[in-house]
């Protein structure tokens, strides 16, 4: 009997660990992934990124000001604490002159990567942007500077859907974010 137990204890265990590992992983760019945040008794509000290409999250977390705010972590990687699982659009495009939806994140993505701060408290993205810092005799921009910006990973997951032309997620949390109407594929 109580091998039997243990052999049955044993195969759910294992049946119940490798649907979960298979389940809600990311298939396509543009995917929308979502888990727990990793912070004692606030953690469900959660934590989310935006797949950029086959292996690659890009994600916007705490880290020192403009350095690793935005970075790219491996799928695996990003599935700390609870892991919720991806969502997706029905398509997810791109706008010129990028040649492709991973090729817009990923450069949306070091573009702001040394520019900008993480915020914990604004839901509103605040994108760093060029700004012209000399003109010449004629009213011609000649140089630019950088004005800083400040993302959370929702806001950041909502500001690149929108840059990338594929609406507004809305939400005003990352579980309220990562639970949009406009992502209408569960993985």
């Known amino acids: 009997m109580y091998i039997i137990k243990n052999t049955l204890a044993a195969s759910l265990v294992l049946s119940i660990s490798s649907w979960c590992m298979a389940a809600g992983n990311p298939v396509a760019v543009g995917d929308v992934v979502g888990r727990d ?3 004692a008794l606030v953690g469900f509000l959660g934590h989310v990124g935006l797949l ?3 292996n ?3 994600e916007v977390n705490q880290a020192t000001d403009y350095v690793d705010v935005v970075r790219f972590k ?4 990003f599935k700390t604490d609870k892991y919720w699982g991806a969502k997706a659009k029905s398509n997810f495009g791109f706008k010129a002159p990028y040649t492709s939806a991973s090729n817009q994140i ?3 993505s070091n573009q702001q990567r040394p520019y ?12 760093a942007v060029q700004e012209c810092t000399r003109y010449d005799a004629n009213g011609k921009c000649t140089a630019f500077s950088w004005k800083k ?8 997951v909502r500001w690149m859907y929108e840059q990338t032309g594929n609406g507004s997620l809305g939400g005003s949390l990352p ?3 990562f639970n949009s109407s406009l992502l209408t594929i569960t993985r």
Do not use: H, M, Q
Request: glycine share 8%.
């Open 37 to 39: 945040l990793s912070v």
């Open 52 to 54: 950029a290409s086959n």
């Open 56 to 58: 690659n999250v890009s």
């Open 74 to 77: 491996t799928v695996e990687g």
């Open 106 to 108: 990923i450069g949306l």
């Open 116 to 127: 900008v701060a993480y915020t914990l408290w604004s839901a509103t993205a605040k994108p």
């Open 149 to 156: 910006g400040t993302f959370r990973c929702d806001s950041f």
């Open 175 to 177: 579980r309220t974010t």
